[in-house]
Every structure is written in C-alpha cells, then in structure tokens.
C-alpha cells in the first residue's frame, strides 16, 4: 500500500481493558453486530440503537504495529446496499455496548456474547488517560490481538504490523 493519507480517516487511539462490571453511569445501550468480510480489511456494522437501526461499511488502517492507534473510515448504507454486501462472506461478531458518561469522563463497556466486558477509552490522536478508578479493571487487554473485534471473531489477521486490519 502507497503513502497512507488520513484525509477522510477519523483517528483512534484506544485503550481497552477487561473489566469486572459495567460500571455506574450508562447514558445508553446499542446492539451491535459487525461482519468482517473475508479476505478484506472491511466490516459492515449494523448498529440499533432505541429501536433505529445504522448500517456502515468501515475500514480500520492500523498506523503503528499494534492494534492501538488506527484510521478509521465509514460509509453509512442504504438498505439495497446493505442487502448486497451483506452477502459476502464474512466472520460475525455480537455485542451489546453500554455508553458511559461519569464524572467528566465517556467510555464504552461492551459484553460480548460469552459474557465477558471489554471497555475502551478512545484518546482521538492522543493515548488516552490511564482508566478512572471507579471503572473495575481486571486488566490492560488493548495490545492483545485477541481483544479486538476481528481477534474475537476469529479473523486471521493479514500480517500484525502498519497497514494491517483490526
């Protein structure tokens, strides 16, 4: 892949961590399921949230060797566009997210189907700050592949460094 230019990118630099509970404060919950389209660094979300649904197609371009820090690209899909790509083949990942605002601070807590709690911190194109304290942390799982959305949903990663997906 040529030079990476992040003219229609958002950056995201985020932390993650393994967490004991979803902590007090939740201003809202989305269902959210994502496919990962085989053989791409593609995935389509659909996201519902109080009963409105939003389809996307996204990429995630990792900028560094590990799966913090990453440009992230969306298109937002019609229903006829929707239908068709949602026919290709592709690793399916379920999780409900819960939205959490609490004392200055926005995070977002999500429980996969095996129950476990994940949650992240997004420092836009800073790393974020180190997790408040009423967040139950367990541990630090933002460099572990099997962590990211494509790690849980069993994608095999093309390569772990610049320029591979997540």
Known sequence: MGELTLKYAHLETERRFLVRS????????????????????LRLREVTTDGVTTRKLGQKVRLGEGPERIAHTSIYLDDAEWELLSRLPARTLRKRRHHVQRAGVVLAVDQFEDGSLVAEIDG???RPAEPPEWL??????SEDEGFTGAGRAGVTLPGFGKDSVR
Do not use: M, Q
Request: overall charge negative; hydrophobic content about 30%.
């Open 124 to 126: 836009g194109d800073t």
């Open 22 to 41: 979803v902590p007090d404060g939740v201003a809202g919950v989305s269902d959210i399921t994502d496919r990962y389209i085989d053989g791409t660094r």
């Open 136 to 141: 139950d942390v367990l541990r630090e799982v």
